[in-house]
């Protein structure tokens, strides 16, 4: 770890002089998240609970809410790659990738801007760590563009703006402009505006790859790059098209859940709401590649992606297929299911199962604003409940079932696990391993030494505005904490 550190403390000396605005100054203008009002009324409810209140105290418990609004409009401080470590070691890996990034960064590093270090995670096997740089001082430019909301929250991730992510642009740009990128984070620009004026974020700046008529009036459909964004306000490499066979970009609560379900080699494994397959990838690497990880989502398109992922990263032991999970027991027990490793399938089939359930997604990060309405983010706990009821007729008995969302209500958490308990006596609440993130939030009359055993990665906790690293134990700590708010539950069927 100290010689991960001294890597990070060598690429920040040599970016250093491009922050010469304090961060402070930046943070006051990147905005909290915006929320419909119901919604953040709700979670103002949810995170002033009275058990949390009593534990916290009114003054904090506001602090970590006000926290919590502010975090999820950043992005997290490191990007996290999952390896493939079923077909190369580690070191191979971060070698080839340092090379390519060395190619892909090359004209930057002539710029004055040194490569991204590499960090491996100390206690993820499968996990490397670059540091993420921002928020950066980047000079407004007279020239803007317009990209949609989920288009400005992945140029904050490290990705350059698609010709469909753009909404308005300057009457003559043209290739080889250089342009400012906003968010327009309230959803209100037209595709094809030419100078919009409505509420926008500054995302960073980019040189043009289209011409505006290239990207606003072609015949078909418009794909590619069409700003390759080469001083974003947060600095984090491009990883799009990087060693697709040896690297897959993940969120690190998210490479944890697949430890957590713990499959081994040989076994039967049902991931439930799979695509795009990046838990489902994970768990057959686990594996070796040996025994059957059943993939099943509704939606088609989606599954043909699961099928890409798997491909890409040579996992043989997926069959991915299009299904609704809730209905995926064989509904009579005299009537025989269609194949082994095919819906519907008979009670107690699975060593494992993983439901990485459909969600608000209140979690995600970067998210500068979210449309939702209440009802929307009501929605998800009867649906979850369905898929639970599954899950758990699909469970062998001695077998694991893995809980996980990307949320952070207690209607799809802590309240889950409560009514879980309740319902199934035959379930016990099991010990994560490992276990990164924080307990359980009170507020579901869970027990301490029930919250004990769930998992929160709450980065309102440890958040402090921007993400520089002080120390080789901040670096593992913000790897750890300052990641997207996720849950998980581990439970065993008796
Ligand atoms: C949180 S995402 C899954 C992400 C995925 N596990 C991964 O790591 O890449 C939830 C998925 O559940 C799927 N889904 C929603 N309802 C479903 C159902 N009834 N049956 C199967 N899949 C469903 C959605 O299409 C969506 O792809």
Known sequence: MQRAFQLVEKWRRKTQRRFVVSTMSIKSVFPKVALKS?????????????????????EEAEKVFDSLL?????????????ASTHTHTLQDIQHRLEQHLAQ???????AGRSFTPIIHHPQLP??????????????ILDMKVVVGAQCGSAVLRGAHVFAPGVLSAPKFMKAGDIVSVFSDVEGRCTRGTKDFQGNKVFVGNGVCVMNRSDIFCAEGPVRGVAIKMDDALYQSPSFDGVLPNEVFLQNLPSVVVGHVLGPRPGERILDMCAAPGGKTTHIAALMAN????????KIKSKVEKIRENADA??????????????????PDLTHSCSAADAPPFPEESFDRILLDAPCSGLGQRPNMAINYSLKEVCSYQPLQRKLFRTAVQLMKKGGVLVYSTCTVTLAENEEQVAWALKTFPCLTLELQEPHLGSQGMPGAELSHDQ??????????????????????EDLLLKANTDTIGFFIAKFMKR
């Open 38 to 58: 119901e919604v953040q009324e709700y979670l103002h409810n949810v995170y002033m609970n009275k058990e949390l209140v009593s534990e916290l105290g009114e």
């Open 70 to 82: 502010s975090c999820l409009s950043h992005p997290p401080a490191l990007t996290c790659l999952r």
């Open 104 to 110: 892909q960064q090359g004209s930057d590093c002539c």
């Open 126 to 139: 499968d996990v490397l760590l670059l540091p993420v740089r921002g928020p950066r001082d980047v000079r």
């Open 290 to 297: 040996q025994g059957v990880v059943v993939a099943l989502d």
């Open 313 to 330: 990263l040579r996992l043989h032991c997926i069959k991915a297929h299009c299904y609704n999970s809730i209905q995926a027991i064989c």
């Open 451 to 472: 919250l004990r055993l769930l998992q929160r990665f709450r980065p309102e906790f440890s958040w402090h505005g921007a993400t520089d690293i002080h120390g080789p």
